[in-house]
């Protein structure tokens, strides 16, 4: 029991102290986006942090929101049902239309549709720390999660302009973005995403992969900012025809 409270405290101030860090992504975007009525999509919603972020501190006009599981999502649901100007989604999101299996971790911020890479050195550290603190294993559960085409869901929404997509899902970045048509990438303003260095994940791409289909579509990095206590950084491109 006392193992179990310990691991909750050290969740609790991961994300306090990446809370400050977010803080300063907001600073970014309150001086780039002068108070205009902003449309957001957020993939990686988990617990609504990101949602409460931008709609404390920027004019939101609207925001589509995707959490694949379910458990999260149903308590998102409840907590935001008053707002009208956020809209939820039970979805992932990815390349193609298909479902597959989301891997539900212990800390569930870092749940991922990827497989684990079990020799990489963070894995076997994050192992050993969660053996210590809890008897239960990184992975809980494996749930069958409908994934979405972000390009599909734009044309269906009737959506113009996105002002900032944001994208948090341990590894999966890349299949979203060159699941995008050439037409919407210029319908977004900023791409805000975490993309993780520590191995712990296959992936299956690179960062300059990512890099590369971004510029290709007419982005520049204009934001670098590393998490707190791991191989983690969150980028901030921006369309620059």
Known sequence: MFNNLFLKI?????????????????????????????NIIDIGAHKGETIDLFINNLNVKRIYSFEPNISLFT???SKKKLDNRVHLFNYGVGLIEKEDYLNIM????????HNLNYQSD????????????SKKDLIQKKQKIKIVNLSSFIIKKKIMTIDILKIDTEGYEY?????????????IKFVYFEHHYDMMIN?????????????????????KLKMNFRKVFEYIYENSP
């Open 10 to 38: 050290l969740i609790i101030f991961i994300s306090i102290v990446d809370y400050f860090n977010k803080k300063k992504i907001i600073f970014y975007f309150k001086d780039k986006t002068n108070n205009d009525a902003l």
């Open 75 to 77: 308590k998102l649901k």
């Open 106 to 113: 212990e800390e569930t911020s870092s749940s991922t549709f």
């Open 122 to 133: 963070y894995y076997k550290r994050k192992k050993k720390i969660v053996s210590f603190l």
């Open 175 to 187: 299949n979203i973005l060159k699941g995008l048509k050439k037409n919407d990438f210029k319908k």
């Open 203 to 223: 992936k299956g791409y690179k960062f300059s992969e990512i890099n590369d289909l971004l510029v290709k579509n007419c982005f520049k990095k204009k934001y």
